[in-house]
T-cell receptor, first 113, second 113 residues
Framework: AQSVSQHNHHVILSEAASLELGCNYSYGGTVNLFWYVQYPGQHLQLLLKYFSGDPLVKGIKGFEAEFIKSKFSFNLRKPSVQWSDTAEYFCAVTGNAGNMLTFGGGTRLMVKP | GAGVSQSPSNKVTEKGKDVELRCDPISGHTALYWYRQSLGQGLEFLIYFQGNSAPDKSGLPSDRFSAERTGGSVSTLTIQRTQQEDSAVYLC???????????FGPGTRLTVL
């Protein structure tokens, strides 16, 4: 069975700090990888996704993630966070059949102004 | 265009009662998913519908849970004889076929007293 692990449960940063959120997955076949974000009071939205090709993926709002197959990792990065990035971030994976998402436990990010 | 909608947004019920939660997917999306989000368990997959195929029910936690999708569009998740541990936010998502982005609705917050 596939699983996703997010190492940081809570992260507190000041504005303009750099961000890296860890995500590791366990799956025996080809994977599709996603980062979703849930802003306070809002529904889950897609930040970025990786299916194939360039392992460095750029998403919305200045976020990017790098797929490192040898490390089974898909870490999320942003060079300079803003107060508006305060949210919960979820890493998720599907198998190549495109079925259900398996989510990590989420990381709550608080950015202090 | 309209996104995924869910109703009701909040539902409070007494232990032992049945509840029905509704999801209207994005028009034209043939894939529909139910997940639930709870403090103890994070985001968990429940059930997946793809077109006219038999649904993938592998995530349903007990036989008190069932779902149907009528006419390939609207879906209803039914929980019979609700228990306090069923309290959670129930999320619906839809997508086009294959490993594509899933678009999430705002969720139904279920509280079982």
């Amino acid at each position: 069975a596939q699983s996703v692990s997010q190492h940081n449960h809570h992260v507190i940063l000041s504005e303009a700090a750099s961000l890296e959120l860890g995500c590791n997955y366990s799956y025996g076949g080809t994977v599709n990888l996603f980062w979703y974000v849930q802003y306070p009071g809002q529904h889950l939205q897609l930040l970025l996704k990786y299916f194939s090709g360039d392992p460095l993926v750029k998403g919305i709002k200045g976020f990017e993630a790098e797929f490192i197959k040898s490390k089974f990792s898909f870490n999320l990065r942003k060079p300079s966070v803003q107060w508006s990035d305060t949210a919960e971030y979820f890493c998720a994976v599907t198998g190549n059949a495109g079925n259900m998402l398996t989510f990590g436990g989420g990381t709550r990010l608080m950015v202090k102004p | 265009g309209a996104g995924v909608s869910q109703s009701p947004s909040n539902k409070v019920t007494e232990k032992g009662k049945d509840v029905e939660l509704r999801c209207d997917p994005i028009s034209g999306h043939t894939a529909l998913y139910w997940y639930r989000q709870s403090l103890g368990q994070g985001l968990e997959f429940l059930i997946y519908f793809q077109g006219n195929s038999a649904p993938d029910k592998s995530g349903l936690p007990s036989d008190r849970f069932s779902a149907e999708r009528t006419g390939g569009s609207v879906s209803t998740l039914t929980i019979q004889r609700t228990q306090q541990e069923d309290s959670a936010v129930y999320l619906c998502a839809s997508s086009s076929p294959g490993p594509n982005e899933q678009f999430f609705g705002p969720g139904t917050r279920l509280t079982v007293l």
